[in-house]
């Protein structure tokens, strides 16, 4: 294994992020190498979200550093290179399912034309090309989601940052979902999901664990498993919550 | 900053209003009825009406865009799409100038039709023509934007951007001039109706209203109102962080 700093990835030293004095992320180390799916495990309240927010920029750090590509993390360039999907739906309800994904491919820096050619293309990527017409108010909840997932592949990003992308769907739309990720992956994209569905975990191939505010554990699925004698990785992260106590 | 953004987003702010008949029909249709039945208030005080009726199409551009744009944005920064908007490659003065040249547009064709219905319908009579009251109205629906976009920054909630009105356009509408003269005020308050940008556009309208002659004052008074407005739009810019 190379430890070195690389260019690809994302790498992230002592990253400590403070809300109203208190540590929310607290002095988080881990390297996650670029072209895999890694997944962001832990309960609600444990500071996924504010890792997510500090990833894609929009969460200053207080002290350490994220590097993406060897990039600092909220750099410009870094816009065009990664997506984020907000964990709630951030979407306009008051404009067509089309009208959206059209205004946010304008916004990549694609001109009319071919903002529209990938706004189609991204709606049939994620089925929503019969709703097209529809207004984003009054798709279901799956039905926005998805649209809010086909905005984050708008401009053929390299780093997808999902919070929580399947959070309240049914689990045909999951499981669909989750197809769809893999696709990526195999397309080389680097995705960052969260998830605090523990079953959900086994289909990364990289996880960080996370509990208040630490980082718990980082590794692949089986390592985890075998490094903690458990069957699933629930059990692999409750036997770890034990053994931190 | 680009050109091709800013378009998209003023086409987008514009669409969620087509989108929305009720809002652009309150837009629209209520500041005329509004200065209708005004006329009749004032049914036995005609010379008064016409010379109030005029400030008045300042009022209504700057209340009806503050409160729909400060609500409009309010929402983009609580439903997360600005957050989202702010990770991906635009500049903030593309939202920001986006919005400005949207409400720009709705206000000018509110201006349009509520000059209509006062200098058509209602017969106020101005000397300097229609053109510049639509300037007038332009600038001060503008100004209503730019000010509803930055005040937007302290409201957690639609209902504080709407109780925001009292607070920030109260003031203004009370001294600039609608209800008595400036100058049968006390001081204070003249010092402070010199303040506010609102002023500028009253004794905008006012001179357009009783001087067929385009003055150097009212030159004076439209480059106050845009003063007003960008600068309220560069500090609308600051609200918008990126990094939080």
Redesign the interface.
């Given at each position: 294994m190379n430890n070195k700093p690389t260019s690809s990835g994302i790498v992230i030293e002592n990253a400590t992020v403070q809300l109203g004095g208190k540590n929310v992320l607290n002095d988080i180390t881990v390297i996650l190498p670029a072209g895999r799916t890694i997944g962001f495990i832990g309960p609600s309240g444990a500071g996924k979200t504010t890792f997510i927010?500090s990833i894609?920029?929009?969460?200053?750090l207080a002290s350490g550093t994220i590097l993406i590509d060897g990039v600092a993390a909220?750099s410009?360039v870094l816009?065009?290179r990664?997506?984020?999907?907000?964990?709630?739906?951030?979407?306009?309800?008051?404009?067509?399912t089309r009208?959206n994904v059209r205004?946010?491919a304008?916004?990549?820096?694609a001109?009319r034309n071919d903002?529209r050619q990938m706004a189609d293309s991204v709606l049939a990527t994620v089925g929503l090309t019969p709703q097209s017409r529809q207004?984003a108010s009054s798709l279901s909840g799956g039905q926005k989601q998805r649209l809010s997932l086909a905005?984050a592949l708008l401009g053929d990003p390299e780093y997808l940052v999902l919070d929580e992308p399947t959070v309240g769907l049914d689990p045909v739309l999951r499981e669909q979902l989750w197809k769809l990720f893999g696709e990526l992956a195999q397309a080389g994209k680097t995705l960052i999901i969260s998830s605090h569905a523990m079953d959900e975990a086994s289909r990364c191939d990289d996880l960080v664990l996370i509990r208040d505010a630490q980082l718990l554990a980082h590794g692949s699925p089986e390592e985890l498993c075998s490094r903690t004698h458990s069957k699933t990785v629930e059990e692999s992260f409750l036997k770890l919550v034990k053994g931190d106590e | 900053m680009?050109i091709?953004?800013t378009l998209?987003?003023s086409?987008?702010v514009l669409?969620?209003l087509r989108?929305?008949p009720r809002t652009l029909g309150i837009i629209m249709v209520i500041p005329c009825i509004l200065v209708t039945i005004l006329r009749y208030v004032f049914d036995g005080e005609k010379p008064l009406f016409n010379s109030i009726a005029p400030l008045i199409l300042a009022i209504f551009p700057l209340l009806m865009m503050f409160l729909v744009t400060s609500i409009a944005t309010l929402r983009e920064r609580t439903?997360?799409?600005l957050?989202?908007?702010?990770?991906?490659?635009?500049s903030k003065l593309?939202f920001i100038f986006g919005y400005a040249l949207a409400f720009s547009v709705v206000g000018l064709l509110q201006a349009c039709l509520v000059s209509g219905v006062t200098l058509g319908l209602l017969g106020v009579a101005v000397q300097g023509g229609t053109l510049p009251i639509l300037l007038v109205a332009v600038l001060s629906a503008f100004l209503g934007t730019t000010l509803g976009l930055f005040v937007s920054a302290f409201a957690t909630s639609e209902f504080q951007a709407v109780e925001l009105v009292m607070p920030m356009l109260m003031p203004q509408i009370l001294t600039c001039g609608l209800f008595v003269p400036r100058d049968h005020m006390a001081k204070l308050l003249q010092w402070l109706a010199d303040i506010f940008p609102l002023t500028y556009g009253v004794d905008a309208m006012k001179r357009v209203a009783t001087s067929a002659e385009w003055s150097t004052t009212l030159t004076k008074d439209l480059l106050v109102i845009v003063a007003y407005g960008v600068a309220a739009l560069i500090l609308g810019a600051i609200t918008i962080r990126?990094?939080?």
């Open positions: 927010r894609v920029g929009r969460q200053r909220g410009p816009r065009k990664l997506s984020y999907m907000t964990q709630s739906v951030s979407v306009y309800g008051d404009l067509t009208e205004y946010f304008a916004m990549t820096g001109r903002a207004l905005i | 680009s091709r953004r998209a987003t086409g987008r669409r969620q989108h929305d439903t997360g799409t957050d989202r908007l702010l990770t991906m490659p635009l593309d990126r990094r939080e």
